[in-house]
């Protein structure tokens, strides 16, 4: 087990009142799975990725991390989890536009390690992994956007997180390039055991999941475990 969600609640006051972004959400994510979750437009999805990736407090519930109950009021500690555990990928790729793939990447590992030829080091192997290793030195109105999010990915990669957390990653994708990067998301999960959380749109993109949940209003519909692919 790697996170114990527990009763969670964000409440959002509006000026037509108050709403639970997410109402009341429990469950876990398994080391090593892959969850997608899916539900219509303002169902919650967002809200909930960024509550489990330390960057927005809940007004209620719980997060147990590796058995360790994390303290989600405190900022300091949800930063150290943030920057120790948790890799985010979102929609729009986030790139620095006048810094390079590889500088995009190298800008992640400086935060930990002053070394500049081992982090270039690092960031090109990164690279390698999602196929992007001739690439190195474009700016990102240089690549398609398609290898964008491949650099996207890269760069979420960066500090080894153990869980990948994907916010439409494949919406500004056609469904060719869509697959190219599910593939990647797949083959991480597989190969480096990265747990990941994926949110998406896409009936297709949700088949890449071993879980899968579906939200609405804020609450959990479905939860079927498709397959086991890995447990530690
Ligand atoms: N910062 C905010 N302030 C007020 N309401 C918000 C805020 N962020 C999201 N919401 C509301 O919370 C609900 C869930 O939003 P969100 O998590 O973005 O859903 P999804 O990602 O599924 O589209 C929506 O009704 C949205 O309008
Ligand atoms: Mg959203």
Same mark, same amino acid.
């Given at each position: 087990m790697l996170i114990q969600i527990k009763d969670l609640t964000k409440t959002y006051q509006r000026h037509n009142g108050a709403i639970n972004a997410v109402d009341s959400l429990s469950f876990d994510i398994d080391k090593g799975s892959?969850?997608?979750?899916? /539900?219509?437009?303002?169902?919650? !999805?967002?809200t909930l990725l960024l509550i489990i990736g330390g960057l927005l407090r809940p007004t209620s519930g719980r997060m147990i991390y590796g058995g360790n109950e994390l303290n989600l009021d405190s900022d300091e500690e949800m930063a150290i989890f943030r920057s120790? &555990?948790? /890799?985010?990928?979102?929609?729009?790729?986030?790139?620095?536009?006048?810094?390079?793939?590889v500088e995009n990447i190298m800008i992640a590992l400086?935060? =930990?390690?002053?070394?500049?030829?081992?982090?270039?080091?690092?960031?090109? +192997?990164?690279?390698?992994? *999602? /196929?992007?290793?001739?690439?190195?030195? &474009?700016?990102?109105?240089?690549?398609?956007a398609g290898q964008q999010q491949r650099v996207a990915i890269a760069r979420a990669l960066a500090n080894s997180p153990d869980l990948l957390l994907a916010d439409e990653p494949t919406g500004n994708l056609d469904p060719g390039?869509?697959? +190219?990067?599910?593939?990647?998301?797949? =083959?991480?999960? =597989?190969?480096? !055991?990265? #747990?990941?959380?994926? *949110? #998406? &749109?896409?009936?297709?993109?949700?088949?890449y999941g071993d879980v899968k949940i579906h939200l609405q209003e804020g609450k959990l519909l479905g939860h079927s475990i498709m397959k086991k692919v890995f447990v530690s």
């Amino acid at each position: 087990m790697l996170i114990q969600i527990k009763d969670l609640t964000k409440t959002y006051q509006r000026h037509n009142g108050a709403i639970n972004a997410v109402d009341s959400l429990s469950f876990d994510i398994d080391k090593g799975s892959f969850i997608t979750i899916t /539900g219509p437009s303002g169902s919650g !999805k967002t809200t909930l990725l960024l509550i489990i990736g330390g960057l927005l407090r809940p007004t209620s519930g719980r997060m147990i991390y590796g058995g360790n109950e994390l303290n989600l009021d405190s900022d300091e500690e949800m930063a150290i989890f943030r920057s120790n &555990h948790i /890799g985010f990928v979102m929609q729009s790729f986030a790139l620095v536009p006048y810094l390079t793939a590889v500088e995009n990447i190298m800008i992640a590992l400086n935060v =930990k390690n002053k070394n500049k030829a081992e982090n270039r080091n690092r960031a090109i +192997e990164l690279l390698k992994w *999602v /196929g992007l290793d001739d690439r190195t030195t &474009h700016y990102p109105r240089e690549l398609s956007a398609g290898q964008q999010q491949r650099v996207a990915i890269a760069r979420a990669l960066a500090n080894s997180p153990d869980l990948l957390l994907a916010d439409e990653p494949t919406g500004n994708l056609d469904p060719g390039l869509s697959r +190219e990067i599910l593939s990647i998301l797949s =083959k991480i999960n =597989k190969e480096q !055991k990265t #747990t990941i959380v994926m *949110v #998406t &749109h896409s009936p297709v993109a949700a088949e890449y999941g071993d879980v899968k949940i579906h939200l609405q209003e804020g609450k959990l519909l479905g939860h079927s475990i498709m397959k086991k692919v890995f447990v530690s």
